[in-house]
């Protein structure tokens, strides 16, 4: 199985959150997102993690679109006709 390495990344002001996680440890990601964000000397809110946690969720959905690609034969059994 591959497994990918996936970055997502906020530059807010002069600071810059970059998260690191492979394809199996998305809720590991989402639960350090929600730490940061209950962190008071951090400058990384409860926006920001909804916003990247959506971004993580939509790219999750990609990945299992890409992964899942059903075979289809471009012809029919017993057929002439072609499948486009």
Do not use: C
């Amino acid at each position: 199985m591959h497994r990918g390495m996936n970055v997502i990344a906020l530059v807010k002001e002069s600071e810059r959150y970059i998260f690191l996680y492979d394809d199996s440890s998305p809720r590991v990601l989402l639960e350090q997102l929600g730490k940061k964000a209950a962190d008071p000397d951090l400058n990384f809110t409860w926006y920001d993690a909804a916003i990247l946690s959506q971004k993580v969720r939509r790219l999750q959905e990609e990945q299992q679109e890409k992964t899942f690609q059903p075979h289809f034969p471009k012809k029919l059994p017993g057929s002439t006709r072609q499948i486009f």
